[in-house]
């Protein structure tokens, strides 16, 4: 039977997939009404108020001034570069589309982990990595443009740099939590991502002001969720099993993403996808399960 100390790191991983999942949607819901900077900027804010409740759990003691450039890093890759891309991702194509494309997070784990921690790269994993890029590419090129997508090839791209920013980032968070907890490294990249978009947003003549007509009571509410719930609730949990398992297991989970993005995006906000999109959404699926699939050995 396995004990709470086990059940307790996939629990939270699964949640933490849910979380991010609906967070295309939150985002996708979000940008209708806002800017995209600002609706980032705010996002991260109300996430680095909401931590300064936990500021006694985050062991600042432990504070090595020698880890700040790793931690700085970690902070640029996401939330910074991670939303720079996302955000204009989710402008440009379906929030069900960019979740399909996060699954190939895990895949793209294991080929840094093969490049910077030495571990041994298989050739199902290069096999399923070349068959997931070619179901990201058909499900790209065979997307029609949309209000809700309006340029679908850029716009996965972008989320695909964007899962290049997480997946270094996972590697990053996997060292760094053998000395921090997961409330430190959560508030450390709340408050450096805030401070990040804020110098952004406000340093952009092209920026506009988050009322630009009047306020939008769903929107606003989507970007509390984004702030509070996602970047709190869904990196904490994240980073808190990044500290108990192993970098690519907790990668394998993000398998979840586009399960639920395509679930609440079709009851949500009501998107589809024909079935050549369906097809490439196979090929991604098959790229990335053969890539982990490990066969029982006899006896």
């Given at each position: 039977m396995?004990n709470?100390?086990?059940l307790l ?6 949640l ?25 900027f705010?996002?991260?804010?109300f ?6 409740l936990f ?12 880890d700040?450039?790793a931690?700085?890093?970690?902070a640029?890759?996401?939330?910074c ?6 955000s204009?991702?989710?402008e440009n194509?379906?929030a069900?589309?960019?979740g ?6 895990p ?8 490049w910077?921690l030495g571990e041994?790269l298989k050739n199902r994993m290069?096999?399923?990595f070349?068959v997931?890029i ?8 065979s997307?029609?443009l949309?209000?809700?997508a309006?340029n679908p ?19 990053s968070?996997k060292r760094l939590?053998q000395?921090?907890?997961a ?10 991502g805030a401070l990040f ?7 952009s ?7 630009r ?11 509390v ?5 996602v ?5 904490g949990?994240y980073n ?11 990668a394998?989970?993000t ?5 639920f ?12 996808l ?8 196979g090929l ?16």
């Amino acid at each position: 039977m396995p004990n709470r100390s086990t059940l307790l790191p996939y629990g939270a991983l699964i949640l933490a997939m849910l979380i991010w999942g609906s967070s295309f949607i939150a985002l996708k819901y979000a940008f209708i009404s806002y800017d995209s900077s600002w609706v980032i900027f705010w996002r991260l804010l109300f996430a680095t108020l909401f931590l300064l409740l936990f500021i006694p759990k985050m062991s600042l003691r432990s504070f090595r001034s020698q880890d700040l450039p790793a931690l700085l890093l970690m902070a640029l890759l996401e939330p910074c570069l991670y939303f720079v891309f996302e955000s204009k991702a989710i402008e440009n194509t379906t929030a069900s589309q960019a979740g399909m494309i996060s699954s190939m997070l895990p895949v793209l784990v294991a080929l840094l982990a093969a490049w910077l921690l030495g571990e041994r790269l298989k050739n199902r994993m290069m096999i399923g990595f070349l068959v997931a890029i070619l179901g990201a590419l058909w499900l790209s090129l065979s997307s029609s443009l949309s209000d809700y997508a309006p340029n679908p090839l850029l716009g996965n791209f972008l989320e695909f740099l964007a899962m290049l920013c997480a997946a270094f980032f996972t590697i990053s968070v996997k060292r760094l939590s053998q000395r921090y907890n997961a409330f430190f490294l959560t508030g450390f990249q709340s408050l450096m991502g805030a401070l990040f978009f804020g110098v952004l947003t406000f340093a952009s003549p092209l920026s506009e002001p988050m009322g630009r007509d009047e306020l939008h009571f769903g929107a606003l509410g989507a970007i509390v969720y984004l702030g509070v719930v996602v970047s709190f609730g869904g990196y904490g949990l994240y980073n808190y099993a990044l500290s108990k398992v192993e970098a690519s297991q907790a990668a394998g989970f993000t398998n979840l993403i586009p399960l639920f993005s395509l679930i609440l995006g079709y009851f949500l906000l009501g998107e589809t996808l024909n079935s050549s999109q369906l097809f490439g959404c196979g090929l991604i699926f098959l790229g990335v399960v053969g890539a982990f699939y490990r066969q029982k050995s006899r006896g």
